[in-house]
Nanobody
């Protein structure tokens, strides 16, 4: 099963984008859904996560600007990004997993999308 992430693109600072993530098949026992991002040459970093479709977690750098949502039944995941800044430029990855203790870390996830590029110009 693969995750398909899409919705990235180019936007000016202050603009908005909405990322989506859809699995290619059925995935079971998913308790945590998350988004990470990676700049070229840097470590992949946590952006946002949702546990049991109720609890949400955000990196401080995106809190108040990004909103994670999803449909657990369909294992689909979204990330609404508002007031984008040039420092948000990165490849964004979606992830699904079951280790709710580790939602801020890559180890908490078993399935990963291929990444979608977000470019924010100043």
């Amino acid at each position: 099963v693969q995750l398909q992430a899409y919705g990235g693109g180019w936007v000016q600072a202050g603009g908005s984008l909405r990322l989506s993530c859809v699995p290619s098949g059925d995935i079971f026992n998913i308790d945590a859904m998350g988004w990470f991002r990676q700049l070229s040459g840097k470590e992949r970093e946590f952006v946002a996560a949702m546990v049991w479709s109720v609890d949400t977690y955000y990196a401080n750098s995106v809190k108040g600007r990004f909103t994670i949502s999803g449909d657990v039944a369909k294992n689909t995941l979204y990330l609404q990004m508002n007031n984008l800044k040039p420092e948000d430029t990165a490849v964004y990855y979606c992830a699904l997993g079951g280790r709710t203790r580790w939602v801020r870390f890559q180890r908490g996830y078993d399935y990963w999308g291929q990444g979608t590029l977000v470019t924010v110009s100043s």
